[in-house]
């Protein structure tokens, strides 16, 4: 059966997954495009149906499908003009543990864009634990297509302050800061959490209190400071570079 109307408490559901609010109630979110559904698949997140656009074939056949008309499917979607393709998949619910290997500290990250943009970087970088401290949700249909996929192969563990530090207790936490010591000669130690700031105001005074070291990336003096992206990026990569020699 094909759905056609918007109203339809079911497709209503859906669209209500675009919201932060409903996402933490449900505990679920969407996946859009045929690529990352199928990414979704592959990497093991428990994907509990699949919405597809009438005449859409679904990549997957095992799985409850819910067929809707073309407004129908366009209200569900966050995207201005999407692919006739989408998945609800359940929130992984990760428990605030010590990390296994070196992680990520994300401290009041607040564009969705640069949150996916992270995940994404962390994941080809070998991160695979992420700590947010008050930050957006990663879940966001935008943070979400950000990450290129890379939100299903990383573990992110959510918490206030106090609580991702106390989990973090006995990890160095080494901060990106435009006052700190040249990245370029730092020498990492073998466990680390590398902590990126927010935007427009940087780290918490909580993380700052918290780190072994602070350090910077070197720009020239009519240089603005760097995205969070793009600071978190270089950062990531110059402290794992020894692995990437092997």
């Known amino acids: 059966m094909v759905i056609i109307s918007k109203q339809n408490p079911l497709v209503k559901e859906l ?5 932060r609010k409903f996402r933490r109630e449900r505990g679920r979110f969407l996946v859009e495009g045929e690529k990352m559904v199928r990414e979704c698949l592959q990497s093991g997140m428990r994907v509990l149906r699949l919405i597809v656009r009438e005449g859409e074939q679904p990549p997957a056949a095992e799985l409850p ?9 366009a209200s569900v979607c966050d995207e201005k003009t999407p692919q006739g393709v989408c998945a ?5 619910r990760e428990a605030l543990v010590p990390p296994k290997g070196n992680c990520l500290l994300l401290d009041g990250v607040s564009d969705p864009a640069n949150m996916g943009a992270i995940i994404r970087t962390a994941n080809a970088a070998g991160y695979e634990e992420i700590y947010c401290a008050g930050c957006t949700d990663p879940f966001s249909p935008k943070s979400v297509r950000a990450s290129m996929s890379g939100i299903f192969f990383v573990r ?3 918490g206030s302050r106090e609580e991702v ?6 990890t160095e936490i080494l901060a990106m800061d435009m006052a700190g010591e040249n990245i370029f000669s730092f020498l990492p130690p073998a466990r680390f959490a590398l902590a990126v700031g927010n935007e427009a105001h940087g780290l918490s005074p909580a993380v700052r209190a918290q780190a072994a070291h602070t350090l910077r990336i070197p720009m020239r003096a009519r240089a603005e400071s760097l995205n969070a992206a793009v600071s978190a990026s270089i950062g990531m990569y110059l402290l794992q570079k020894s692995f990437f020699q092997q």
Request: aromatic share 4%; proline share 4%; hydrophobic share 55%.
């Open 88 to 92: 609800e998949v359940q929130i992984p």
């Open 65 to 73: 499908v819910v067929e809707l008309g073309a407004d129908a499917f």
């Open 156 to 158: 992110i563990m959510q």
């Open 165 to 170: 530090l106390s989990a973090l207790s006995g």
């Open 15 to 19: 669209a209500a997954l675009k919201d």
